[in-house]
């Protein structure tokens, strides 16, 4: 049983890390260092960065990026040069912001701002244990994967248009039936190229640690990343999963159990289910 030093412990690490976020928010552009951080909510430097950690999933300087990530991004999108769009974010320049892109949405911040301009990808159906395969796949590895029934295949690649308005797109099925063989038949581990937000990738990542044959529901997947509340959040992430199956966004169910919210169909998420069920 859960006793009171410990509850008060976390009320204590809460009213910290709370204060911590506070501050963050009000002043990220000036890069605070852990150190005045630390001295902000009255802790020794590594005290901090355990507290901190345990409570957000991150460290400081991570969530710090992330909030000049998302100011950049959105400066971007308004039409804002990426010079001025690194200053105004807090960088030190454009080659800063460059490596923040890469790092949190594996795209530079001139394609983020061009919506996939400039992007080329080569695409192809294939078929798969469930499905007609649609695969999306840039020089840097696998971008897409999704299912669709035979003769559904331009629904499956108008899904890719929308993801990448501006992008270059190549048809190519017999590459798509060398990535089906290599994932369906061979096991084989792909290189994955996946563009999205840090906190999509956050929930991308999270759901690569649920075992085959094992599910969990979209509050307990919240959970393990700090935030037990944040189930919608981690739903509307889960539902914009890019690379069906390899990230296992079908062993997520609804809070009481349902199959629900799957991309690709709440029958093909069931016979995915059973299949690993029947070869685990």
């Given amino acids: 049983m859960t006793n009171l030093k410990t509850l008060q412990t976390a009320q204590t690490d809460y009213e910290r890390v709370t204060k911590a976020l506070a501050y963050l928010d009000a002043n990220w552009r000036d890069r605070p260092d852990l150190t005045k951080l630390a001295a902000h909510c009255g802790l020794g430097v590594d005290h901090f960065h355990r507290v901190f950690a345990r409570w957000t999933g991150t460290s400081a300087k991570r969530l710090v990026d992330a909030l000049a ?21 807090g960088l030190s320049g454009p080659s800063r912001l460059h490596d923040l892109f890469l790092a949190f949405e594996a795209v530079t911040p001139g394609e983020a701002k061009r919506r996939g301009a400039g992007l080329r990808f080569e695409w192809g159906a294939a078929p798969t244990p469930f499905g007609m395969g649609m695969f999306l796949i840039s020089p840097r590895g696998l971008s897409a994967l999704g299912f669709v029934d035979p003769g559904d295949e ?8 929308q993801r990448f308005p501006a992008a270059l797109f190549t048809r190519n099925d017999k590459i798509a039936a060398h990535w089906a063989k290599q994932i369906f038949e061979e096991h084989a581990r792909m290189p994955l190229a996946l ?15 649920i075992p085959p044959g094992r599910t969990v529901t979209y509050g307990q997947l919240a959970g393990r990343l700090g935030d037990a509340k944040a189930a919608r959040a981690v739903g509307t992430a889960v539902g914009r999963n890019p690379v069906s199956w390899l990230i296992p966004c079908h062993r997520v169910l609804g809070k009481d159990g349902r199959l629900t919210g799957y991309h690709w169909g709440v029958d093909r998420k069931r016979s995915m289910l059973a299949w690993e069920g029947a070869n685990g």
């Fill in 69 to 89: 990530h998302d100011d950049a991004r959105a400066a971007l999108l308004r039409g804002t040069s990426v010079l001025d769009a690194a200053l105004d974010a």
């Fill in 154 to 161: 331009a629904l499956g690649f108008a899904d890719f248009e």
């Fill in 195 to 209: 563009y999205g937000t840090d906190w999509q990738r956050q929930v991308w990542r999270a759901l690569l640690s």
